[in-house]
């Protein structure tokens, strides 16, 4: 028989230390992994940009000057029209 401080210690109060040891070990380590992740790759979090609209490509073109006022505006408008249907 194995005495600490005074006191017995059965063989299941040993392997319940053990255990718990392991226990708290594979807590902080599992811990310490996700915190890693978490600061590691702060862009897997990030949205990508999305594509722009067509009445942002149309306003782009206009600042470009690739196409007037007039046409701009003819334009917008067919976009706001909607989808033409066949006849």
Known sequence: MMFWYDHDVSAWGWF???AGMILVWAVIITI???????LDSPHEHTHSPTAPTPEEILRERLARGEI????????????????????
């Open 16 to 18: 319940a230390m053990s």
């Open 32 to 38: 310490a992994v996700l915190l890693f992740r978490a």
């Open 68 to 87: 007037n006022e007039e046409e701009y505006r003819r334009r917008l408008s067919t976009l706001h029209a909607g989808p033409l249907t066949k006849t």
